[in-house]
């Protein structure tokens, strides 16, 4: 089976930074691309970043320029650096690994989220 396990959340001061990182473990077949997801309170999860298997990157808007996302495939694990924190970047930030499932699709596993509390 394969797990994912968000961690590096925490609460931090308006304009600090925090590093996420988002392992995964088990047996995983080949990548489709991973992306980092948040949600706040009272609204919809939305994207944040994802990096895809031919390592093309989108950010979102809110966050370009501020937000870092990166992988290390040998640790197999994704990281979210986050500079230059707002309040409004306070969430339960997801981690999403997608892999090859078959010839044409892909299966999708989330982790429970970490929280990110920004302060001001």
């Known amino acids: 089976q394969v797990q994912v396990v968000e961690s590096g959340g925490g609460s931090v001061q308006a304009g600090g930074s925090v590093k996420l990182a988002c392992t995964i473990s088990?047996?995983?077949?080949?990548?489709?691309?991973m992306a980092w997801y948040r949600q706040a309170p009272g609204k919809e999860r939305e994207l944040v970043s994802s990096?895809?298997?031919?390592?093309?990157?989108n950010y979102a808007d809110s966050v370009k320029g501020r937000f870092t996302i990166s992988q290390d495939n040998a640790k197999k694990t994704l990281y979210l650096q986050m500079n230059s924190l707002k309040s409004e970047d306070t969430a339960v930030y997801y981690c999403?690994?997608?892999?090859?499932?078959?010839?044409?699709?892909?299966?999708?596993?989330w982790g429970q989220g970490t929280q990110v509390t920004v302060s001001s």
């Open positions: 088990g047996v995983v077949s080949s990548s489709c691309g």
């Open positions: 999403k690994a997608s892999t090859k499932w078959g010839y044409n699709s892909c299966r999708d596993y």
């Open positions: 990096i895809r298997s031919d390592g093309i990157i």
